[in-house]
């Protein structure tokens, strides 16, 4: 399994009841250029290579159109890709700022399937901004990486991917060589343009054909990465800006494995306690937890659709469920469904995860993140380099350690070199940048956010601190955070230094 993807808990809420009821330019090549003219039509439904849980269009408020990108920017009249767009115009009353620009994270995730799903919640935003959302290179309907089919993504993902013995070892890396080598055939030619500077070299282009002067910007999890980038890259053209569940852009590959592990761990033992204290019948224990995972590791229970729970599945079903409070009662009845041999709660749960709809079709979300993390990310890491780090991951979380240390390998043999070691983020002369750190977030655990700060440069990064769980705050339910965002975003107030919400 890969690192897990930093973005919400959107898929299971729209998987989880029918789960358990159940490209490249060709011919004349467009124009590349800030002049050229966006088609907005009706959107049609998302396909299932961008949100495995969507089942119909957007609505009438929506319109979509392909923005046209040179496929590598060193070679501008060279090969082309479509970069699918979304938006929904503002709706007044209050003057039109210009358009606000939507990155969810992953990274992998579809803005196109995304913004149209979480958009009533940016209701008042939409009053003077055009809400705007965008499917990046290699995701969805951008040319989306394809690695291997959807019956070899069953079986990889059910793996097991915490090996114990030296067979288990050889057995995982020859699935990563796989997983690499399906990449290669079915998407080299995107492989290695679809990193994060070039992401944000798209955005750059979307502004200005947009009409925008300056960005203004709404980014999520790794859509804070993609966002400190940008403001690295166009310090001048940054407008307004929100970094919410922030990725530490110090970390390498390796340390941001570990903080994830550690965050995981903490939301896991932030959901165990609240548990216990609502007084919920059948409330696990890390102890029960880490012996359930170990029965499944030998003996996988009965699913759903022939398919099996194995560890897994279920370990990425747990840490699903830890992104959003919201999804703590699924975790409470998938665990102990487990226990009793029924693996249907915590299977679906893993296939959310996975980006599996209830059909069994695979987005792109986990291809294309490991695709982007691979074509970022210099480090390489071994075996004999996971074995030695494996005590450091197994002290911060019993639970999640062993999973996020062997999901080092997913860059193991990849045909694509990386770009860095972490990325530049320094944004000096940009305009205050509102950095948005939660003390409970498993997924991008809260002391990136400092860090973002301190990165951005002085002046720039303002951070304001979320005391609560799940990832991310804006969408936490918080009316300190919501009402400090808007008014932030609306009508250009920074808030003081320092300033804490609950």
Known sequence: MSPLPRI???????????????GCGGGGRPDTSAHQKLDWSACPTPSTSQDAAATKAPGKDWECATLHVPLDYRKP?????????????????????????????????????????????????????????????????????????DRQLDANYAADSTPDDNTEVKSLVRRVKTFAAG????????????????AARDMDLMRRVLGDKKMHYFGV????????????????????????GVVDPTQTPEQGALGQAKGFQRALGDYLKACAKGGAQSCPTQTRIRSLLKRLDARPVRGYGGRKLTESLA???????????????????????????????????????????????????????????????KERYTVPDIERKLPAFRKVSPVFGDMMAWGL???????????????????????PILVVG???????????????????????????TYKGEGHGAYDSGSACVRKT???????????KKGKVCT
């Open 409 to 431: 390998t997913q860059c193991t043999g990849w045909p694509v070199r990386g770009a860095w070691t972490t990325p530049d983020v320094s944004a000096k002369g940009a305009a």
């Open 315 to 377: 370990d990425g079903g747990i840490a699903q469920s830890l992104y959003s409070r919201q999804y703590w009662q699924y975790l409470t009845q998938g665990i102990a469904a487990a226990q009793q041999g029924d693996g249907r709660i915590l299977l679906a749960l893993g296939d959310a995860m996975n980006g599996r709809s209830p059909d069994g079709h695979y987005s792109t979300l986990q291809s294309a993140l490991t695709a982007i993390t691979c074509a970022d990310f």
């Open 183 to 198: 990449c290669e055939k079915n998407s080299g030619t995107v492989l290695p343009y679809v990193g994060t500077t070039n």
């Open 8 to 22: 919400g808990a959107l898929s299971a809420a729209a998987l989880l009841p029918a789960l358990l009821a159940a």
């Open 438 to 464: 939660n003390t409970g977030d498993p997924a991008t655990p809260y002391e990136g956010a400092g860090r973002m700060v301190k990165e951005l440069g002085p002046g720039v990064g303002v951070e304001l």
């Open 77 to 149: 009249r060279g090969r082309t890709i479509g970069i699918a767009m979304i938006r929904a115009k503002a709706t007044g009353p209050g003057k039109r700022i210009g358009s606000l620009i939507f990155n969810f994270g992953g990274p992998g995730g579809s803005g196109v399937a995304t913004l149209p799903a979480l958009a009533a919640g940016y209701k008042q935003l939409r009053t003077r901004y055009d809400l705007v959302s965008f499917d990046p290179r290699g995701v969805g309907r951008s040319s989306g990486v394809r690695c291997l089919g």
């Open 485 to 495: 965002v808007n008014a932030y975003l609306l009508d250009g107030k920074v808030p």
């Open 221 to 244: 999890s790794y859509g804070t990465e993609l966002g400190g980038v940008y403001a690295h890259l166009y310090p001048k053209k940054v407008g307004r800006a929100l970094f919410d």
